[in-house]
């Protein structure tokens, strides 16, 4: 005879459907703080509604992009500081949408675990809200799968989805050319790419999560944890201004395998890499790991989060108005003939 006098149920196999609905209720607050305008539905429909005209747009094109934060979860998980991931999510969603042109619109979130723990998860899809309205980006929707057996406790994972528009003809890259200048937006650290080489050269390291960071103040975990930064708001102001003709988010592939995704056939991009400092984290991985340079560039952002390709008479324009929204920017090099990135001077 079952123990169950009711028959087996589904929290029986480990699934909370009550603790699923106590989040989305707990979560309604942060996610309604995301909205704009556009917005036709809050959180529990079945579908996001979005209207593009109430948004302004006359004539859009769509624009999506996807995106995860990798092996930097574990870190999260280990230390329990999992309060930036959210940021991260967004981040690596909406700074590739503004490569193409596009204004971010709306996000969703995938949010997966063994077993809800309400706490955890409230706190990381506080994260992605604070994201998303750090982006002008509303959170309408996403869906949190508790599936037993699928991760050890504790675990999670997490993917974003995002969907950004443009007034067709505006889209990037475009015009790109010899000459054109590279304006690099500095980074907040590793961002969300490379952690599973991060991991390794810790390990080596013989230094711990909680142990002291060897470049900053604090632990060592929590300084591996700084958000991805967010360029949305400062880059769509500098389009506003004109003169750009292209961007590279400088995510997995570090800058030798991103900015020539913006250039066109036969072009090429020559950095130099006495203009800007390698920040203190890049250096000590660098060094904690024996790595080349060639392969620092090929696998971090080394510093430089964003490029942008700027034409030469608006360079000046164009790094006035990002530095008046709060970036860090430095002249990198130019557009060539050729094709790849080349490198000129050391960085390490």
Known sequence: MSEHTNGITYADA????DAGNALVERIKPAAAATRRA????GLGGFGGLFDLRAAGFADPVLVAATDGVGTKLRIAIDTGHVEGVGVDLVAMCVNDLICQGAEPLFFLDYFATGKLELDQATRIIEGIARGCAASGCALIGGETAEMPGMYPAGDFDLAGFAVGAMERGTELP????????????AS??????????????VGM?????????????GSLGAALLTPTRLYVRPVLGALAAGG????????????TENLPRVLPEGLGAEIDLGAWDLPPVFRWLAETGGMAEMELLKTFNAGIGMIAVVDPDRAGAVE?????AGETVCRLGHVTPGKGVTY?????
Request: with cysteine.
């Open 14 to 17: 480990g699934v909370d459907i």
């Open 38 to 41: 556009g917005v036709m539905s």
């Open 174 to 185: 475009a015009g790109v050319a010899e000459g054109d200048v590279l304006l690099g937006l």
């Open 188 to 201: 907040d650290g590793v961002h969300s790419n490379g952690y599973s080489l991060v991991r390794r050269i």
């Open 205 to 217: 390291s013989g230094l711990g999560w909680d142990d002291a960071c060897p470049w900053a103040e």
């Open 244 to 255: 750009i003709h292209g961007l590279a988010h400088i995510t997995g592939g570090g800058l």
């Open 320 to 324: 006035s108005a990002l530095r008046e």
């Open 344 to 348: 000129r001077g050391r960085l390490l």
